[in-house]
């Protein structure tokens, strides 16, 4: 497929896909919200990606925010669709079977924060600064970030920077675990790339499981959850890969996962 926002490449079942917009700070139109959702469904169906690295264009920005121009056009009836079906494109990406890593690489406010925080996780330069200065337009987070940023920092937390629109620092961002490591920029790749090989060489179908199950703690109560895991793992160990990973251990050689 082409792609008129959006740059991707694969390398050693990683795929890099960069939001491609420079010069409106890689905002997010409709045509690239479109763009995303077809790429994450190619790329859930593409045998030769294992984990996906999503960032941005440039050194200024991951994504700036949805785009505001479009914004400026909604009313009441435009403005709910708008907002369900951007949640659905960051549903997909929550959801995928395989990990994306959101290596945030500049400004991620708004529609950027939301999306960040519907990656699995995030790593980011030292220039990343997140937010969601909504409050300033008039209006919330509608791409999911009034229940994403509540449920991934706390919620006393979130409700000050939703009701300030003030930026998050890649260092507090470090801080109250928004992001999980920060390297300086030139770094942030090289750097996403060694944990997206690492996850690589896993077998893909536990990793899936290991999301999925990750992902309903966000839903269920522990009871519920535990009885969750307790299925998903009998699940895992009727793989061929539980086999190869236990026998490798005790053969004391490395595995080699087939994704069976
Ligand atoms: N939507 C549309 N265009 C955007 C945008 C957005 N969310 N964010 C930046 N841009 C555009 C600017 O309009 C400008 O375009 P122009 O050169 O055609 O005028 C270009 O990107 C560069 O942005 P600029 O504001 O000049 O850069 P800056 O370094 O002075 O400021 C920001 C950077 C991120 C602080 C500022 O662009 C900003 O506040 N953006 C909006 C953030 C926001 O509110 N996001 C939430 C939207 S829901």
């Known amino acids: 497929m082409n792609y008129q926002n959006l740059l991707f490449s694969v390398n050693e079942k ?3 896909v960069t939001i491609n917009r420079p010069d409106k700070l890689n905002a997010l139109n ?6 995303l959702k077809n790429i994450f469904i190619e790329l859930n169906n593409n045998n030769d990606v294992s984990v996906i690295i999503l960032t941005g ?15 400026n056009k909604l009313d009441m009836l435009s403005a709910k669709k708008f907002s369900e079906s951007g949640q659905e494109v960051f549903n997909l990406i929550e959801n995928l079977e395989k990990p994306v ?3 945030v690489n500049g400004f991620a406010l708004g529609g950027g924060c939301e999306l960040a925080l519907a990656c699995h996780f995030r790593i980011a330069s030292e220039n990343a600064q997140f937010g969601q200065p909504e409050i300033n337009l ?17 919620s006393g ?9 003030n930026m998050i620092d890649a260092n507090e961002a470090l801080r109250i675990g928004l992001v999980n490591h920060v390297y300086p920029q030139k770094d942030l790749i090289a750097n996403a790339v060694e944990l997206a090989v690492k996850i690589s060489l896993k077998s893909r179908i536990t990793i899936r499981h290991a999301i999925q199950a990750i992902n309903a703690s966000k839903e269920m109560s522990l009871k519920e959850g535990l009885d969750y895991e307790a299925s998903i793992f009998a699940l895992c160990c009727g793989s061929a890969d539980f086999k190869e990973g236990t026998s490798a251990f005790l053969e004391k050689r490395k595995p080699n996962f087939k994704n069976l």
């Open 57 to 71: 264009s440039g050194e200024k920005a991951f994504v700036a925010g949805a785009d505001i121009s479009e914004l």
């Open 101 to 103: 890593i959101a290596a």
């Open 138 to 154: 008039g209006i919330i987070p509608g791409y999911g970030g009034t229940q994403r940023l509540s449920r991934q920092i706390n």
């Open 30 to 35: 409709s045509q690239t919200m479109e763009e």
């Open 14 to 16: 990683v795929a890099i």
């Open 157 to 165: 937390r979130a409700m000050e920077y939703i009701l300030t629109g």
